[in-house]
């Protein structure tokens, strides 16, 4: 059975950092591409970075790029999500989603909340 698991959210003061990870199993993890995707409460999926399968190729939204940074580590068949200089408007609810044709598999998601 394919499984994500997302950890690592929390509440955290504007100007923090976070670190999320993404535990998977019940599959090659390091044979996929992965992605990190949010959704604000009220507002739709807003896509934020994907890796691939061996790390060499990255991505993010205009909207975190310089501010997250992702990494995975296939020996321990984790993705990470590292959040720096979060603002009130990260505040949202943050999946980890395995990417084939499309995102087949998506984990539970994790909440982060960013407030005074």
């Known amino acids: 059975q394919v499984q994500l698991v997302e950890s690592g959210g929390g509440l955290v003061q504007p100007g923090g950092s976070l670190r999320l990870s993404c535990a998977a199993s019940?599959?090659?993890?390091?044979?996929?591409?992965m992605s990190w995707v949010r959704q604000v409460p009220g507002k739709g999926l807003e896509w934020l970075s994907d890796?691939?399968?061996?790390?060499?190729?990255?991505y993010y939204a205009d909207s975190v790029k310089g501010r997250f940074t992702i990494s995975r580590d296939n020996a321990k068949n984790t993705l990470y999500l590292q959040m720096n200089n979060l603002k009130p408007e990260d505040t949202a609810l943050y999946y980890c989603?395995?990417?084939?044709?499309?995102?087949?598999?998506w984990g539970q998601g994790t909440q982060v909340t960013v407030s005074s």
């Open positions: 019940g599959f090659t993890f390091s044979s996929y591409y």
């Open positions: 989603a395995r990417l084939k044709s499309a995102y087949d598999y």
């Open positions: 890796i691939n399968s061996g790390g060499s190729s990255i």
